[in-house]
């Protein structure tokens, strides 16, 4: 099954959902007009890192921000996933990635389960407590935020529970684009699958970061990569090629867990 999907590449302005949510708003328009069949954001879209400011803005996935996007999904009929900061309880905040499909329902969420030292997360955030693997009408997909990428056991997790695609919205900064790249490539080699990964752009406290949002196939081959500016990128995959590629190479029948 092909599957067209647009990553929605933002200079996210630190703590102005308003401003973020319009540049959304016309992202997932065009995506649309595209005829895209998702479209992804960047990790925490609406505020960036102003985490310190957390409790203003988390609300509970059914409510706030989250309704605003399961509705822009049905009126445009394509499914959006990005993160936003969420509510987990009393006093307890979540880095919070949701998956809507084009009818505006959620088909599962993902709270960040590895938090970011070096951007404070753990200060501030409370971490998830489970990998999260999504049905929908074009396969399985997995979920996960930026640094779960460095932790290649939760990919694994994903392929060897089915998924045929992993999403990665995505607050990587300078200086580490050959991390980013170099990771990327590894999940979607070692997997044999999909990886679609929506990285921001621009300038927040002091730390530049710099897009190159990539799609790359179960080779690990590039299909999409975007440069360093705020822009839509669109592409079309063929999730068939999952199922070719693993039968090239049956890598999970060679496996040997049991001496691991």
């Known amino acids: 099954m092909k599957l067209t999907i647009s990553l929605g590449q933002m200079d996210v302005k630190l703590g102005d959902p308003m401003a973020n949510w319009h540049t959304v708003q016309a992202m997932t328009a065009e995506a649309a007009r595209r005829g895209s069949d998702l479209v992804v954001f960047p990790e925490l879209w609406s505020t960036g ?45 979540g880095n919070t990635a949701v998956y809507f499909d084009a009818n505006g329902r959620s088909l599962g969420e993902y709270s960040k389960l590895h938090l970011f030292r070096l951007m404070q997360e753990e200060q501030f955030l409370t971490a998830g407590e489970d ?16 640094y779960d ?25 300078h200086p ?40 790359l196939d179960p080779w690990g081959e590039i299909v999409l990569e975007l440069g360093e500016g705020e822009m839509l990128g669109t592409a079309v995959i063929d999730i068939a090629q999952v199922d070719a590629v693993r039968a090239k190479i049956p890598v999970f029948a060679d496996r040997r867990p049991e001496v691991y």
Not at 131 to 146: D, F, N
Not at 180 to 202: H, K
Request: glycine share 8%; hydrophobic share 45%; with cysteine.
């Open 176 to 215: 580490r684009l050959a991390h980013w790249r170099t990771l990327l490539r590894a999940r979607a080699i070692e997997n044999q699958m999909f990886v679609v990964a929506c990285n921001r752009v621009g300038r927040s406290k002091d730390t530049d970061f710099f897009g190159h949002s990539c799609i």
């Open 49 to 93: 890192y102003d985490l310190e400011n957390a409790a203003s803005y988390a609300t509970l996935t059914d409510a706030g921000l989250f309704a605003q996007v399961a509705a822009l999904a049905k009126t445009h009929q394509i499914a959006i996933l990005g993160s936003c900061l969420s509510l987990l309880g009393e006093g307890r905040f």
């Open 149 to 173: 990428l460095r932790f290649p056991e939760l990919f694994r997790h994903y392929a060897l529970a089915g998924a045929q695609l992993v999403f990665v919205p995505a607050e990587w900064p």
């Open 131 to 146: 990998s999260t693997l999504i049905e929908t009408e074009w396969g399985k997909a997995g979920l996960t935020i930026c």
